[in-house]
């Protein structure tokens, strides 16, 4: 199984695009965007190139092959415009090669309280991974928490906060951050 994984695109239109390059040359089996889709919240600044109607249109061109989940900046009114379920807190991802669940959420509801995540992990076993957003922040490492779970930031693409967007590739049971 081969997952391009993103988070908070926050409407930055150019920055969505580089990423629809990247689905279209990785050819995943899935996209999962971890929320914060279209509107860049009360404490961010505007991204570079703002234009979530663009963005709309973009993810709705591939929304056969998108996972999303709901972020801290998701409204009905975004269901509305998406082609694709966009309001669930959570999803959960079983990877038939590796016999493992990935949770796939936000951060703000569920999350390994690092970088101003929400500290209220979901139960996991080893071998399976927390995958979040949120925190505009990357991590790939092992929980403290709960031996052998990993837990997978991609980062954010439309604000990062260390300057550098970002996403991620899942595929033969690894996790990988990428620079966009």
């Known amino acids: 199984m081969k997952l391009v994984i ?3 695109i926050h409407g930055a239109a150019s920055a969505c695009e580089r990423l629809m390059r990247v689905v279209d040359a990785e050819v995943p089996d899935r996209l999962v965007l971890l929320g914060d889709l279209l509107y860049h919240g009360p404490r961010n ?3 570079d190139d ?6 709309i249109e973009m993810l709705n061109e591939r929304a056969t092959r ?4 709901r972020g801290n900046c998701e409204a009905e009114v975004d269901q509305m415009v998406l082609d694709f379920p966009c309001m669930a807190t959570y999803n959960e991802l079983f990877d038939p090669q590796t016999g493992h669940m990935l949770f796939l959420t936000h951060g703000h509801v569920y999350g390994p309280g690092l970088h101003n995540s ?3 992990p979901p139960r996991l076993t080893p071998g ?7 925190t505009h922040v990357k991590v ?3 929980s403290t928490a709960q031996p052998g779970v990993t837990l997978f930031n991609p980062g954010s693409i439309g604000i990062p906060k260390d300057g550098s967007a970002s996403f991620g590739i899942y595929e033969n049971g690894r996790f990988e951050l990428r620079a966009l």
Not at 50 to 55: E, G, M, S, T
Not at 128 to 134: E, R, S, T
């Open 45 to 47: 600044d505007l991204p």
């Open 128 to 134: 399976d991974a927390l995958v979040y957003g949120h």
């Open 6 to 8: 993103a988070s908070d």
């Open 66 to 69: 998108i996972i999303a989940v």
């Open 140 to 142: 790939n490492e092992q």
């Open 118 to 120: 929400i500290d209220n």
């Open 50 to 55: 703002y234009a979530p109607k663009r963005v």
